[in-house]
């Protein structure tokens, strides 16, 4: 079983940072891309930024220059850095990954439980 579990959504005012992890567990060979989306009230689920095994990142437009991801390969874990947040940030923000469990080509991919990050003005 694998498990994505999110940490360090919270309140913060508006120009405030924030660090998210994700940390991946359970029976695992490989994690490839891993990427974080968010979702506003009443909203569809959006991609905030993912980054490849080689580090290559992209971002949505709205996050660029103030978000950053990162992963550590070693701990399993990806890392969004937040900074100058404003209150249209306000989201539950869900980590994801294709992870194979098993030596091959064939990937799954995951969802974390998500966690709520408000910005408020």
């Known amino acids: 079983q694998v498990q994505l579990v999110e940490s360090g959504g919270g309140l913060v005012q508006d120009g405030g940072s924030l660090r998210l992890s994700c940390a991946v567990s359970?029976?695992?060979?490989?994690?490839?891309?891993m990427a974080w989306y968010r979702q506003a009230q009443g909203k569809e689920r959006d991609l905030v930024a993912r980054i490849t095994t080689s580090g290559t990142t992209n971002y949505a437009d709205s996050v660029k220059g103030r978000f950053t991801i990162s992963r550590d390969d070693a701990k399993n874990t990806v890392y969004l850095q937040m900074n100058s947040l404003k209150p249209e940030d306000t989201a539950v923000y869900y980590c994801?990954?294709?992870?194979?469990?098993?030596?091959?080509?064939?990937?799954?991919?995951?969802w974390g439980q998500g966690t709520q990050v408000t910005v408020s003005s």
């Open positions: 994801n990954a294709d992870i194979a469990r098993v030596m091959g080509p064939l990937y799954y991919n995951y």
């Open positions: 359970g029976s695992i060979f490989r994690i490839n891309v």
